[in-house]
Nanobody, 126 residues
């Protein structure tokens, strides 16, 4: 059974850090481009970051560039999103997704997400 499970969300103060995990089961994550998305209440889901399968190239939305880092751990079949210098505007449900068509990201938004996780809540507040 193909599954993506996000974890690592929580409540953090502005300026704090969190590391989100996206663990896969039923397939090998390293063969897929993986993207992180987020959705805040009343807003549309937006792309945050993408990591390619073929060369590991990474892409970030301007709003998170320099603060967030996406990475892979092949041995753990997991993709991470390290989030530093968090701001209240980063509060959202964060989702990971796997592209079931393309191995390579063309930008920070995953082109054709076919597998989705259930999401993890991130709240940045004092």
């Amino acid at each position: 059974q193909v599954q993506l499970v996000e974890s690592g969300g929580g409540l953090v103060q502005p300026g704090g850090s969190l590391r989100l995990s996206c663990a896969a089961s039923g397939f090998t994550l390293d063969y897929y481009a993986i993207g992180w998305f987020r959705q805040a209440p009343g807003k549309e889901r937006e792309g945050v970051s993408c990591i390619s399968s073929s060369d590991g190239s990474t892409y970030y939305a301007d709003s998170v560039k320099g603060r967030f880092t996406i990475s892979r751990d092949k041995a753990k079949n997991t993709v991470y999103l390290q989030m530093n210098s968090l701001e209240p505007e980063d509060s959202a449900v964060y989702y990971c997704a796997a592209d079931t068509v393309f191995y390579q990201c063309s930008g920070y938004v995953l082109l054709t997400p076919g597998y989705w996780g259930e999401g993890t809540q991130v709240t940045v507040s004092s």
